[in-house]
């Protein structure tokens, strides 16, 4: 996967913590104005486990949020039923997050937080009239490709064990996200 899609996951994550974090000093490439549906959520990379915590627990809270609006805005059933997965998973992720969290110490706090891209993103949505379900299925492929792509890295290469197995755990579901997100009209 592409460094910008472990940039779109890392938003995601960052976007809903807005902690402070020990390595948050990578500048974010420009966003496109030319395709706004397709426009990938780049981000600092999430190296260490604060960065990492951040980039999860904002990500959470942009799919919680987008599936907020899929399930009001959305055409399809399909996209509608997707949205109702997101904000169950996600809200577990988040909760599971957490508790690793508090189990590692190591001063790691969980402060969720949108990115402005991240809000960027979900005014897009908000405008996206009869081409509501397009965007939300773009977003959802390219937020859950980065998200991939992060998770596997920490679970990896992890430093903090409570961390690298929430990692490991969420693999398989961002896996099978990813794969439904594909589907979508």
């Known amino acids: ?18 902690c402070n974090t020990q390595d948050n000093t990578a500048e974010a490439p420009a966003e496109s104005t030319t395709t706004p549906a397709a426009t990938p959520t780049p981000t600092p990379a999430a190296s260490s486990p604060q960065s990492f915590v951040d980039t999860v627990a904002a990500s959470d809270m ?44 190591n001063g790691l706090a969980f402060a969720p937080a949108l990115t402005p891209l991240q809000q960027a993103h979900l005014d ?4 996206a009239g009869d081409n509501f379900d397009a965007m939300y299925a773009q977003q959802q492929v ?8 992060l998770l596997q890295a920490q679970a990896q290469g992890g430093t903090v064990e409570q961390i690298k197995t929430f990692a490991a755990k969420a693999v398989t579901v961002v896996e099978g996200h990813l794969a439904e997100a594909r589907k979508l009209p």
Request: charged letters at 25%; aromatic letters at 2%; a neutral charge.
């Open 1 to 18: 996967m592409t460094t910008t899609r472990l940039a779109i996951a890392s938003a995601a994550v960052l976007a809903l913590t807005a």
């Open 62 to 105: 942009y799919e919680i949020e987008a599936a907020k609006l899929a399930k009001d805005m959305g055409k399809s059933d399909k996209v509608k039923a997707f949205a109702a997965m997101m904000v169950k998973d996600h809200t577990t992720s988040s909760s599971d997050l957490r508790a690793a969290v508090a189990a590692a110490g």
């Open 124 to 127: 897009q949505l908000r405008g």
């Open 142 to 149: 390219d937020a859950h490709e980065a998200a991939l792509e």
